[in-house]
């Protein structure tokens, strides 16, 4: 599960770092794999999130409907009279995603006018008067199930990337047990369950594997 | 006939002619133009770092508030207006084990319209990029992901009918 470590709105920005290693120790070009592509999954994700009218956030409030004079003044201005954080869309336009040593950090950044409208609907001030839409998760809280779920399999999969698996590695292999074994030495942070799923979604590894007549032995 | 493609090879491993049977390429091939248009109707490219798509100019935001078309709005910017061009979005099975996407076969407007945004190649039209047609462009990380959960579904599926005696 992703941790968020930290989360702030100063005047000129509003954002949260995650920590999406859960305490797993992954170092070197698997670390730089997994933030990479967690820091643009998250991306994406909040942005899907908010455009279907729901929070990202472990029981994140997001208020479903508008009011009705506010609806009505937005679908006036050319508006979609729903709850999608967008009018002229500078708000989430301003949305970035970047690492920060180990971690990833996500708000808006050095935008006062856009981290003051994100902070109305997050309300990480506690000032706001608006209802709360929360896109950005506050210290302690996760992402929910399916994106926690996804973040899990991308660090296993940096992790089964950046290992040296060798067919000559695997030539001396003969049966399940050992196979099992060798893996857990490979990959000693992932549990079973995670080594096998990270090696069948491995192109170059599972090519190997089943070189060798050693894929069977993943069911 | 111009196209607006791209290919990419499902060669996950040589079980490929088992693994990219025509059921796992329809649940590719449906559920990756699914999932772009999702992420287009957000306002979000399905190309990796390209992000949200550039806002429309204040001229086209006025023609739009004066109401071009039902039901478009502002934002988010959607590369929709009738909605055929998102309509043709499309894919195809090749005998290779490759999967085609992109808009082809279609209408010859419709390719230009889809190079225009795609490339950015008329001077009034910004590029939104939603197709990676590229040398070193992909798909976003969510479609990503999907194409690597159904693979893996396939394989384990492969694996478990082999070792049945």
Known sequence: MSKTIQSKATGRSIFSVVDIFEEKKVSGEAK????????????????EA?????SPVSGGKYKKTLNKEYRAKKVSEGGRGVPNLELEGDML??????????????????????AKKADGHNNFSGKSKIPTRQFLPQKGQSYKSPIEKELARIVDDAVADSVDITKSDLRDIFSKTALLAFLGEKLPDLTPSERKGSILRNKKVSEFFEDLGLLKWLE | MARVKTTFKLD???????????RTASTLGNGIVRKMKEHMNKGLSPVRKFGRFVKYKESYRKQIKGGLSRGKTISPVNLKLSGDMQDALDWERKSDGTVKVGIFNTRRDIVQRAETHNDGTHPHVPQRKFIPDKEGEEFSVTIQRFIKTVYESRLRDIIKRSNRP
């Open chain 1, 32 to 47: 730089r794999k997994a933030l990479n592509e967690a820091k643009d999954f998250l991306f994406e994700q909040t942005l």
């Open chain 1, 50 to 54: 908010v455009g279907s009218i729901s």
């Open chain 1, 93 to 114: 336009n301003a949305f970035q995603a970047k690492i920060q040593g180990s971690n990833i950090k996500l708000g808006i950044l050095g935008n006062s006018k856009e």
């Open chain 2, 12 to 22: 996950f491993t040589k079980m490929l002619n088992k693994l990219v049977d025509k």
